[in-house]
């Protein structure tokens, strides 16, 4: 069975920061940046980001953005 999108997508950002790329404390693009970069829906862009902040890979600052979280790994 292929990934849905929201997967596809959260694996290419959990790369991201699982490579270094993205270092803990770096801010997030944000969902219309992300939408246009991976040509997705925002609601596909939200369950991604849903899965990343749910195994603890990110965290969001309500009004400022989603971060990478000091502690990234599972």
Same mark, same amino acid.
């Given at each position: &069975?292929?990934? @849905? @999108?929201? @997967?596809? !997508?959260? $694996?290419?950002? %959990?790369?991201?920061?699982? *490579?270094?790329?993205?270092?803990? /404390?770096?801010? !997030?693009? =944000? %969902?219309?940046?992300?939408?246009?970069?991976?040509? +997705? =829906? $925002?609601? +596909? +862009? /939200?369950? #991604? &980001? &849903?899965?990343? %902040? #749910?195994? /603890? %890979?990110?965290?969001? !600052?309500?009004?400022? /953005? +989603?971060?990478? #979280?000091? *502690? =990234? #790994? $599972?």
């Amino acid at each position: &069975m292929p990934k @849905q @999108q929201y @997967q596809v !997508l959260a $694996d290419a950002l %959990r790369e991201k920061i699982e *490579s270094g790329e993205w270092p803990p /404390g770096t801010k !997030l693009p =944000s %969902r219309a940046q992300l939408c246009k970069e991976y040509g +997705v =829906s $925002d609601t +596909v +862009v /939200g369950k #991604a &980001m &849903m899965i990343l %902040r #749910a195994t /603890g %890979r990110t965290e969001t !600052l309500e009004g400022v /953005g +989603v971060f990478v #979280a000091e *502690s =990234s #790994a $599972d």
